[in-house]
T-cell receptor, first 107, second 115 residues
Framework: DIQMTQSPSTLSASVGDRVTITCRAS??????LAWFQQKPGKAPKLLIS???VLETGVPPRFSGRGSGTDFTLTITSLQPDDFATYYC?????????FGQGTRVEVK | QLVQSGGEVKKPGASVKVSCRAS????????IHWVRQAPGQGLEWMGW????????DYEQKLQDRVIISKDTSTTTVYMELRGLRSGDTGVYYC???????????WGQGTIITVS
C-alpha cells in the first residue's frame, strides 16, 4: 500500500496568511493525487485533482503542485471560510489511500 | 447527486447495508467508492464498484467483511458490512469519480453506530 504522510498535522494561521501543506507518498502515485477540504459534519469537498488541476468553482487562491512523491497544497491568502481540515489522497494504486489530515486553525 | 440511506444503530456481530442512489448523470460512466470516517479520525477508503461492469476492489483488511453491489435499474449502489464491531462506528460516505477520476461527488454520509 502507498502510505501518504501530511505535514503539519495542525497549522495555526491568520486571515490573509499564505499557508502550505505538504504530502509525501511512500511511492510515486504518478500525479494521481487529489486534495480535499472537509469541515465538521460535512462530506469532503474535492479541491484539486491530478496534483494541480483546480476543480470548477474552487477559488484560485488554492493551488497544488508536485510530482514524484512530494506534493503541496498552497492557499495564497487564507480566508475565514478556509479554516478546515485538508486531506491528500493518492488514486493511482489500489487501495486508494489518504493522508492523516492537516487541520488549519485560527491563530 | 448521491443520496444515502439513513443512519443505523447495530449490535456487535450484526450486518448493515447502506444505499447510495445516484441521479443527474449517466450512472454507468463513473465508478462509485465508499469511504468511512471514525469519530474524530481521518478518511479511510473501503472499496469501489465499476458501475459499468460491476467489478469491485476492496481494502484488504475489510475484504472478508464488505460487499459492494449495484442495481443499475435504480441507479443505486450498496455497501454491506458484516461482523460489525465497535471500531466500525463512524460516518460512511459514497463518492463517485469525476474530474481525472478523482472523487468529485459525495453523498451526505450515513452514521453507523455499533453498540
Amino acid at each position: 500500500d502507498i502510505q501518504m504522510t501530511q505535514s503539519p498535522s495542525t497549522l495555526s494561521a491568520s486571515v490573509g496568511d499564505r499557508v502550505t501543506i505538504t504530502c509525501r507518498a511512500s511511492q510515486s502515485p504518478d500525479s494521481w493525487l487529489a486534495w480535499f477540504q472537509q469541515k465538521p459534519g460535512k462530506a469532503p469537498k474535492l479541491l484539486i485533482s491530478k496534483a494541480s488541476v483546480l476543480e470548477t468553482g474552487v477559488p484560485p487562491r488554492f493551488s497544488g503542485r508536485g510530482s514524484g512523491t512530494d506534493f503541496t497544497l498552497t492557499i495564497t491568502s487564507l480566508q475565514p471560510d478556509d479554516f478546515a481540515t485538508y486531506y491528500c489522497q493518492q488514486y493511482n494504486h489500489y487501495p486508494w489511500t489518504f493522508g492523516q489530515g492537516t487541520r488549519v486553525e485560527v491563530k | 447527486q448521491l443520496v444515502q440511506s439513513g443512519g443505523e444503530v447495530k449490535k456487535p456481530g450484526a450486518s448493515v447495508k447502506v444505499s447510495c442512489r445516484a441521479s443527474g448523470y449517466r450512472f454507468h460512466l463513473y465508478g462509485i467508492h465508499w469511504v468511512r470516517q471514525a469519530p474524530g479520525q481521518g478518511l479511510e477508503w473501503m472499496g469501489w464498484i465499476s458501475t459499468y461492469n460491476g467489478n469491485t476492489d476492496y481494502e484488504q483488511k475489510l475484504q472478508d467483511r464488505v460487499i459492494i453491489s449495484k442495481d443499475t435499474s435504480t441507479t443505486t449502489v450498496y455497501m454491506e458490512l458484516r461482523g460489525l464491531r465497535s471500531g466500525d462506528t463512524g460516518v460512511y460516505y459514497c463518492a463517485s469519480e469525476g474530474t481525472y477520476t478523482a472523487l468529485s461527488l459525495w453523498g451526505q454520509g450515513t452514521i453507523i453506530t455499533v453498540s
